[in-house]
């Protein structure tokens, strides 16, 4: 198997929080390849954003990465200093966020914004930079007349291209998107999912696709890993993790999403909240919502054991097969 | 914010136990109690001179006579106890300032709830006032004002109200506005609480910290302005307070005599009061808004493991990693 | 375009309200300004005399509403009374000669304050934690709780009298006639500096901390990490990025700051002899000139809202969200 590009070995992030301590990432490791799509799934406040940022040293204060290594082309992220780090960036992996309007400067026109990247990183004149500029928008079906708007002249959709249009700026060999269609409307959402699929297609790139849509993901994603409260609970090919997802959590996901064609079925979420991360739980940290947990769950916290050739659990309940990694 | 939105929640989920709300947390933070102190220590000063001091206003001594063993602060161009003048002046100057805060957070609120709570025709006309009354500068307008009434604190205190409830309205309606649409309030509204009721006793206390602030905020300027227009000759001058003693003091010619002692220990005891009254506004803000308070924790542990703060996420590993 | 209208039409209210309160304020008042003139001139004025001062003074006994009227066209025809300080010259003239020593004190003080005072709370904001973040704001605070006049004869006394420095009063040297001549000129300018200091040391801090905080605000937006995320120079984000959103709300600050510096700002002008309004002003207190207070009471209160117009014009070429509608 060839050298995965990005690898994340032991991760461990903490936000110092007045009342102590928070390990928003606990010890998270997984790799992506050249030209993959690695989808990241969780609830709200798992730790899937905090990972993505923390790869990049992007975390404002009071985070701080605590242990662990991000290789990318065998390079420690963690080892970069910020002159490095500033090179590094954009160019090797950029970054689709959110919410496009709230990621994109008001007072600056979109062109400005391409162009600023462009030139920062290359040798290149305005001229050339907005040259370039242009063909990103057209790329993203924006016509270039587009590059002297403001970002509030823009609707909804074509912000978010936009902010697709920059990341590619570079035409970095990887991406995180995080959330990237979650603002959208479900029409829109498609367009723009069939939009990145087709340029992946072409130009090649690896994805962080960052998401709680499973659904979304399942259907575009090569692997998936599936977080809980900061750590890794399943990791599996998105074949796999669909037709048989094997961690109770996963299954509660996957449970959740009503399918659009087939019998009609009662929905069943996940009882219970996240775990009060300042204090999560023993043993397993799902273990208090879990319908299927064993006396062992609430005191030893289960490994991330392979169980099948294409697939990874942290569960009590999958210990037969296990061969560590 | 930041990390998407859903990080925070967790992260603020931790942040659940959070400590005897506002309060328990000011008497937490530094600058709180600082402030607190100086105010409490100018108080209990003033409200003790008589008992503390000579009587300021009797001419007893040599004037302009420097400070000495008998007279601390030395004495006016009248003969009269700087100490004692000082010690007195805080006895009006913050009465005052202290009522003054008081009418315009009972004003400011008053009219900032009913503007966002009501909205339309309400809103729009108080709007009006509230903006006109906030652009108009202070000083001109008081000045107008004074000299048409009775010299004295209440006329002080009546002209300082009305050039300055504005700014305590415009925060307050703001508020409100942020506030109406919140379910809370709407469960209220169907459930047929009276308008009144909502405002004050469903909205409001939503706004502690706001008004706090207002108070201290209002009486800074109480303080300030009343000082001012007294340095004009607005005040009654035969009333001992900080700004008839530098009234007082100009037009003793304090600068060419060079009685430097009959300006700066009222100038002092002004910048103190005003500076610890800020200093608790600014740890309520602290308080409330978190991110203006420097990340102590983290800066510590920076400084222990000694890495420099950069602009980057700071890689720190610690031993059990 | 339109809020800039906008903004006009309330600023022509906001001036209505001013002219009509000084209309009532006299009327509302017990004591009636006549009387007190009259008793001033005791004995020198004979008893018609006080009739002729109450017509003056717009007392007349018309039923209110004709009064009114007659008012508001005196005004319209920049009669704005006989001032009893300057007896005979009109108030508008005196006012006149006095508006442009304030104009330019007053600005260019409150201007350069301001720029200073941003451009330190920009700084203080980049380097959080450093000295001009923790130390000088609370210094410029101090500074700032002083009254204006009392610093005003702080720094007169020390740099004017102990070190002679600088001249102790007036706009001017005494016997130069004004044109622009160096020596004119010069004087001016060395006539302006301690006056001037003294303003921005009490609204330094001020300032400083309004931008500083803005700032802060403005470093936790998304469009600051995408920046960041992008590579950037920190120079790039901290001005483009950064400084250049935070100055939307902070120019509005300014505006609503305006009032109360200048009333700072005209109390400095007392104890430097300085022949701005603010002397003026005193000397209508001291000399119960009402019509000049009154006359000073519109034409501050008329700058401020000029001033104000044009910083709401300035806000326009800031923020491309108004320009476009």
New interface residues.
Partial sequence: MPEPLLSIRNLRVEYLTPNGPVRAVDNVSFDVGAGEVFGLAGESGCGKSTLALAALRLLPPPALITGGEVLFEGKDILGMDDAALASFRWRKISLVFQSAMNALNPVLTVGAQICDVIEKHERVTRAQALERSAELLRLMGIDSTRLRSYPHQLSGGMRQRVVIAIALALKPPMMFMDEPTTALDVVVQREIMQQIAELKRELGFSILFITHDLSLMVEFSDRIGILYAGKLVELSDAKSLFEKPRHPYTRGLMASFPAVRGPRRRLDGISGSPPDMLHPPEGCRFHPRCSEAIPRCRSTRPPLLRVAPDAEVACHLYPAEARRP | MLVNDDETMGYRRTLKQKPRGLWGQLLQNKKATFGLCIVLAFVVLALLSPLLVRDPSAFLAVPLAPPSGEYWLGTTGQGQDVFAQTLYGARTSLWVGFSVGVAVIVIGTSVGLAAGYFGGLVDDVLTTLINVFLIMPGLPLAVVLAAYLPAGPLTLAFVLIVTSWSWHARVVRAQTLSLRHKDFVNAAIVGGESHTRIMFLEILPNMTSLIVSGFIGATVYAIGAQVGLEFLGLGDVSVVTWGTNLYWAANNQALLTESWWTIVPTGLAIALTGFALVMINFAIDEVTNPRLKSESAWAEALRAAEVAPGFSTPVIRSKDA | MRYVLRRLG??L??AW??LT??FF??RL???D?ASAVFARFKGMLNPEALSALREAFGFTNEPLHAQYLTYLQHLFRGDLGISVVRFPTPVSDVIGESLKWTLLLAGTAVVFAFALGTLLGIVAAWR??GWL??IAP?AL??LG??????LA??L??VFG?LFGWFPLRSAHADGLTPGFDWAFVSSVGTHLVLPGLTIVAASLGGWMLSMR?TM??V????????????????R?IML??AA??AL?PSVTGF??A???V???S??TE??FSYPGQGYL??Q???N?D?PL??G??LA??FA??VA?WFVDIAYVW????TR?Q
């Fill in positions: 309330f600023y209210i906001a309200v001013s309160l000084n304020i006299p008042m017990p004591g300004p959080r934690g973040d923790s609370p605070i101090f709780a002083f009254p204006y006049f009392w004869m702080l007169l006394y009298f905080n802060i605000g470093l936790a937006e998304d469009y600051i990490s995408m920046a960041q995320a992008k590579g950037l120079s920190q790039r483009h990025y250049r959103n939307l505006g609503m305006l009032g109360f200048l009333s700072g005209l109390l007392i104890v002003l005193l209508a207190v001291q119960q009402y207070m009154q000073l009471f501050i209160t401020v809202l104000n800031l923020d491309p969200r476009s």
